[in-house]
């Protein structure tokens, strides 16, 4: 009795542990059905997440960096894709900063999965009950310069998903919400370059 308390209570503290769940986690691969490439030389120069703060902040805006890059580059949507230096830059080049108003990703318990679980004597999950919702909002301001560093556009995008998982797929939200992501990403940039 007492061992299956302590499982239990292990089991639930790392459950709470893993609710806030920061990811910058994008598909890398992702591709539009459709390439228009745009004739530009993409350069990043700031990514910044307003809503993290200390060493979190400072891997994370790193490590989604690298993703965007990667993402951008993997498109092939647009001539070439590097990191901004100080070095002259070609007359079809465009400098990207990326600041990220609000950034988060919640995994949750869904509210009535202990409750309809314990009133159907658990027909609810076995028919497919939501079991966790992932919740993604991103809030994106996108400003581009052109290669004498004078601004060209400045636009805020905003996107928000909810996937449900149940006991057939316990994966989906892990799997949709980095395609979503890097979809919305993407065409963000995509639209900004338009302009």
Known sequence: ????NITTCFIFLILLNCLEHKS?????????????????KIYIRNIEIISESGDLKTFQEQTIKSNIKNLLENSQEFESVA??????????????????????NKLQVDPYYFPLSLATLTLYI??????GNFDSKIKLELTTF????KILAKKV???ENIINDDIYDIWKSRREIPQLK???ILNSIKEVLAQ
């Not at 009795?1 to 299956?4: A, R």
């Not at 059905?33 to 004739?39: F, R």
């Open 182 to 184: 890097s979809k919305f």
């Open 24 to 40: 910058s986690l994008i598909d890398q691969k992702y591709k539009n059905s459709e390439i228009n490439q745009i004739k530009k």
């Open 83 to 104: 990191y901004y230096s100080d070095f002259p830059l070609a007359n079809n080049s465009s400098i990207i900063d990326l600041k990220f108003l609000e950034y988060e």
């Open 157 to 159: 995008f905003s996107d």
């Open 146 to 149: 052109n290669s004498q560093k």
């Open 126 to 131: 076995w028919f497919g009950g939501d079991i």
């Open 1 to 4: 009795m007492i061992n299956n």
